[in-house]
């Protein structure tokens, strides 16, 4: 295998690229993202928010890794969509372009929040947040010209809610000779212990001038247990500090143990306050809350949450709380409504800073910079082995040019939660 060469674009948390080196053996050529995404704000030296980026460029530089890193400056990564090809880009202040010639991969991190099924954002919201995925396809095919470009989103971009935009990359992908293929996969199904599905979109460069089927990629079943996934992280690793949850979470354990005894954690597989809504608890626990030992001020928040939540069900509507959760199998999705909420297996405590860095495959010397609001940059993130299943997959399309080549349309789409390979579009 020659030596490929790869390049990232907004990698943010840096799970992708970290994945993306694993597989390839080697450091990308060059970084590109908007400017301020690895910014930090400093009080009383101490570091008290920091963007993305910088938790990923620390770790390089922990690692003595000088990747280049281009940001593209003067243009909002949210505003609209545009066919602007010649952005502001500056290399530590002063303007300078990557090296584009002869880049085999790139591979990126597009805001997915357009297309999140967690998001309460308007319409014309999700829309700009979508531009943001839009534009740097556009850019890529259009500029950089990769062999391959590869980027992660919401599972629903394979969906109704993603016909819009699939129809414009698909547009751009022929107008550009590039094939696409939707790969939708469960970072659970990634050597991983996290409820994570996700859509992955390559792009790959047509050999001849008519549209060719793009290269079938291998599926895969390989999960790992919770206690396995949090037992592997290392004694000596950063950041082994739990990460606590509003007041309301520790009342309700305190609660269900009350109920339950000391084995309490051994009947749960969720939210614990649906123990609550089964039983129909709601009067019994406002009543233990009230005589309970914590502050008025917490005990006051709390019982209004609880009572808001039978108000919503007793006229026929849900709720989406922030409730503690105990999973014994696996844990969903670590985005900001989970994140500080997860309890340990053995239910003696919740998650620690480096067990969610974990969930994300991240190494045990990555770090996370800033405080408390900054713990949501955990779950803006590709889990590691999940990027590195499918850049290995890429690496072998890449390895086999010519074996993949079958002109007459040039889209597909793969499922590897039901191992199905279905043709979406012609």
């Known amino acids: 295998m020659e030596k490929i060469k790869w390049a990232a674009i907004q990698p943010l948390t840096g799970g992708m690229y970290i994945g ?28 008290v928010s920091a963007g993305n980026e910088y938790n990923l460029r620390q770790w390089l530089k922990k690692r003595n890794i000088d990747v280049p890193y281009y940001q593209i400056k003067e ?15 500056q290399r530590d202040g002063v303007d300078e372009l990557p090296d584009y010639s002869d880049i085999d991969l790139v591979v990126a991190v597009p805001v997915c929040s357009g297309l999140s099924m967690s998001t309460t954002a308007k319409d014309d919201v ?46 751009l992908a022929l107008d550009t000779g590039y094939s696409v293929l939707y790969y939708k996969t469960d970072t659970l199904l990634h050597d991983n212990c996290q409820r994570r599905p996700r859509t992955f979109v390559i792009f790959t460069k047509w050999q001849g001038n008519e549209p060719q089927l793009p290269p079938k990629f291998e599926y895969e079943t390989n999960t ?26 520790y009342i309700l354990i305190d609660y269900i143990k009350s109920k339950l005894g000391d084995e309490w954690y051994t009947k749960f597989d969720g939210s614990l306050f649906e123990f609550i809504i089964k039983n129909k608890l709601f009067d019994d626990f406002v009543e233990y809350t009230k005589n309970s030992d914590y502050p008025d001020d917490i005990k006051v928040k709390n019982i209004k949450y609880v009572e808001h939540v039978n108000y919503k069900l007793s006229i026929g509507m849900n709720y989406y709380g922030d409730d503690p959760l105990l999973f014994q199998t696996s844990y969903p999705s670590i985005q900001f409504k989970t994140i500080g909420n997860l309890i340990h297996y053995s239910g003696e405590r919740f998650l620690t800073v480096r067990e969610y860095l974990k969930l994300m495959g991240l190494p045990d010397d990555f770090e996370l910079y800033g405080s408390r609001s900054d713990y949501v940059k955990i779950g803006q993130n590709v889990p590691v082995k999940t990027a590195k299943f499918i850049v290995d997959n890429i690496i072998r399309t890449i390895d086999n040019w010519d074996e993949f080549r079958e002109i007459g349309r040039n889209v597909s789409y793969q499922n590897n939660m039901s191992k199905k390979d279905l043709p979406i579009s012609s």
């Open 20 to 47: 993306a080196q694993e597989a390839i053996g080697h450091q990308a050529e060059w970084i590109l993202s908007y400017d301020g995404l690895d910014s930090i704000k400093v009080k009383d030296d101490k570091i």
């Open 126 to 171: 999700k829309q700009s947040r979508n531009c943001n995925m839009e534009w740097i396809a556009y850019y890529t095919l259009n500029v950089i010209k990769p062999k391959v470009y590869c980027f992660e989103n919401a599972p629903t971009l394979v969906g109704g809610r993603g016909n819009e935009i699939r129809a414009s990359l698909e547009k």
């Open 224 to 249: 790992k247990s919770i206690q396995e996934c949090l037992e592997s992280i290392s004694k000596d690793a950063t950041q082994q500090t739990e990460v606590k949850p509003q007041p309301k979470g």
């Open 75 to 89: 243009r909002d990564m949210f505003c609209p969509m545009t066919t602007d090809l010649n952005p502001k880009i």
